[in-house]
């Protein structure tokens, strides 16, 4: 279970990598405009905004490749707290996103699915290991 956890960690990080690139470096771009719903005079409003929350889901993925790194490496209470830190903060912000804007519930399932589903085997691992 351990093992799963931690690929859908991987998994969850890699989205967490892709909304940062989206966020803070091709907030204005067509593309992205058009996945997020904004015109070009909204994207170049919010570009601050949306660069500073990109940095946080990077932050958010980079907390949860230490634990991936730290698990691999033998330090499994290490890595089982930073994987729990960093998914349980992806989850929570996909459960705001979904409670906030019931609209966005797709982006908010993208989100916090995967996380979700580490979360849960690696408490299933942790309970099994005890």
């Not at 890699?14 to 771009?29: G, M, Q």
């Not at 993925?61 to 830190?85: D, K, N, R, S, T």
Request: proline share 2%; aromatic share 8%; net charge positive.
């Amino acid at each position: 279970m351990l093992l799963a956890s931690l690929v859908f960690t991987a998994l969850a990080a890699l989205v967490h990598v892709y909304i940062f690139v989206l966020e803070s470096l091709r907030w204005t771009a067509e593309s992205t405009r058009r996945t997020f719903g904004l015109n070009a005079s909204q994207a170049h409003a919010t570009k601050e905004m949306a660069f500073n929350q990109g940095f946080y889901n990077l932050f958010l993925a980079l907390v949860a490749a230490a634990g991936i790194i730290a698990a691999a490496l033998g330090h499994h209470g290490v890595g089982a707290a930073l994987v729990l830190a960093g998914c349980g903060s992806m989850v929570a912000a996909g459960m705001v996103l979904l409670i906030s804007s019931p609209k966005k519930a797709k982006a908010a399932v993208v989100q916090l699915a995967m996380p979700a589903f580490a979360v849960a085997l690696l408490l299933l691992w942790l309970a099994a290991s005890s």
